[in-house]
């Protein structure tokens, strides 16, 4: 775009320039001949200010989103609900397919997952048993004990009919059979004891049981929660895999493709290509992309100002802003892609459409000269310097053209072939017009504006 512009005007200088020449009016900017003495030339100097500009590049309209549906499973087409070019609706269902052995496993896993809610029931029912027993086994440890008191005092109140039978028997109060049995009943009495005890220790060791059976019903309960948890995540997995039978819109749009008939068998390929059954393309928003060349990389930011013409609407335009870029160039084109997103209510902007985008962009604190100070030859361009009186020819480099002024980017010696380009200072005192007559190190007159 750059060297068209500058081929035009520099053909345009060229017909000036051969113009001005033969002509010799009073009025071109520079008169005299070198017989009468130095040339007389118009300087100026470069300005600064801002150049408006645009990148201008193809781009192609696509679809918002679009996306392939696929078949999970093996299964024969049962219904097809939809066809090409339909409208959509996000979850609308498009086809449903015949799958036995995941309907199978969805009825099993239901199944299982009764029997676990039954186990579940039935081991808290257990548990509640064996919570029962251990507090009917409790109160028989205190009866046990209290019992083991009695025996105790029964015991000790012997020992005392003992000694006050021994007592009597020496003082002959009562007989020696008398003395027997009293001592019979002290060891009776020691001998409850030691049962009362032993009862104690077993009423202990029912209750220790009894609670240990607790404690295993209500760990069996909790093997039965957890086998429940499992076999409802099992059946809710069966339950989510016979939802893939349904193939359901994945958002707004339409139909852009089937390739399926009622009966079909999809054996889906693992590891491979697989022809979707349907393609949904959502439009009410359609995507612009762009490649844009390196050198205007920088200029294509988000945010920026576009307009999109498609030619196949009758050069219709509609303006936009850049939504988003790739923000990295492709190693193999050297471009950036950028996409711009457009409202798209009518449908008119179908994708696939070719376009062409124009990407506002400027220039600030651009150096400007007016072009005819610029001169073309040999894709080269030059402007002469005015240094102390002679004509000091550079080679320069040029940007953007702007009503009538071009962006001088650097310069160099006209001589210099290579080398660093020294940056335009705006001090310059550039010649402007009839570049052609001039010679490099030619001593010119300024001429200086009517008053």
């Not at 059976?213 to 997995?237: Q, S, T, W």
């Not at 010696?413 to 017009?433: C, D, K, M, Y």
Request: glycine share 6%; net charge neutral; charged share 25%.
């Amino acid at each position: 775009m750059r060297k068209s512009i500058v081929h035009i005007i520099g053909a345009g200088l060229v017909v000036i320039v051969g113009c001005t020449k033969d002509s010799g009016s009073k009025n071109s900017p520079v008169s005299g001949t070198p017989t009468d003495g130095p040339i007389r030339v118009v300087v100026t100097t470069p300005k600064k200010q801002t150049i408006a500009w645009g990148i201008e590049q193809p781009g192609s309209v696509q679809a918002y989103e679009t996306t392939p549906l696929v078949a999970k499973f093996p299964g024969y087409v049962k219904q097809l609900a939809v066809d090409i070019g339909d409208k959509v609706k996000a979850g609308q269902l498009l086809a449903k397919l015949s799958i036995p052995e995941v309907e199978l496993e969805v009825k099993q896993k239901a199944a299982l997952l009764e029997m676990a809610t039954a186990e579940v029931v039935l081991a808290r029912r257990s548990a509640e048993v064996s919570v029962q027993t251990a507090k009917a086994v409790e109160p028989l440890v205190t009866v046990s004990l209290a019992n083991v008191d009695k025996a105790k005092a029964d015991g000790a109140r012997w020992d005392s009919e003992v000694k006050r039978a021994k007592e009597s028997y020496s003082k002959k109060v009562i007989d020696e059979q008398q003395l027997d049995e009293t001592v019979r009943q002290a060891a009776a009495a020691v001998a409850a004891t030691a049962s009362a005890e032993a009862t104690v220790q077993a009423a202990k060791a029912n209750l220790k049981e009894a609670q240990a059976k607790v404690a295993r019903a209500e760990a069996e309960v909790a093997v039965a929660l957890g086998k429940e948890k499992v076999a409802a995540a099992a059946a809710d997995i069966a339950l989510a895999l016979s939802e893939y039978a349904e193939i359901r819109a994945p958002f707004d749009g339409v139909v852009t493709a089937r390739n399926v008939h009622t009966g079909h068998f999809l054996q889906p390929t693992s590891g491979g290509r697989v022809e979707p059954l349907f393609v949904v393309a959502r439009l009410d928003t359609v995507r612009i992309f762009v490649e844009v060349p390196e050198l205007q990389a920088e200029k294509a930011k988000v945010g920026a100002a576009v307009i999109v013409r498609v030619p196949a609407l009758s050069h219709r335009e509609v303006a936009g802003t850049i939504t988003r870029t790739a923000g990295v160039l492709s190693p193999e084109s050297r471009t950036l892609r950028v996409e711009i997103d457009l409202p798209n209510t009518d449908g008119s902007l179908r994708p696939g459409l070719y376009c062409n985008v124009r990407i506002a962009a400027n220039s600030t604190d651009a150096q400007v000269v007016p072009a005819a100070a610029v001169l073309f030859a040999d894709e080269t361009a030059y402007c002469y310097q005015l240094e102390s009186g002679k004509v000091m020819k550079l080679r320069v480099q040029v940007g953007r053209a702007d009503k009538g002024n071009l962006e001088l980017l650097g310069k160099r010696l006209a001589h210099l072939s290579s080398g660093a380009w020294q940056p335009i200072t705006g001090t310059e005192s550039i010649i402007v017009g009839n570049l052609g007559a001039l010679v490099d190190g030619q001593e010119v007159q300024v001429e200086l504006p009517a008053q």
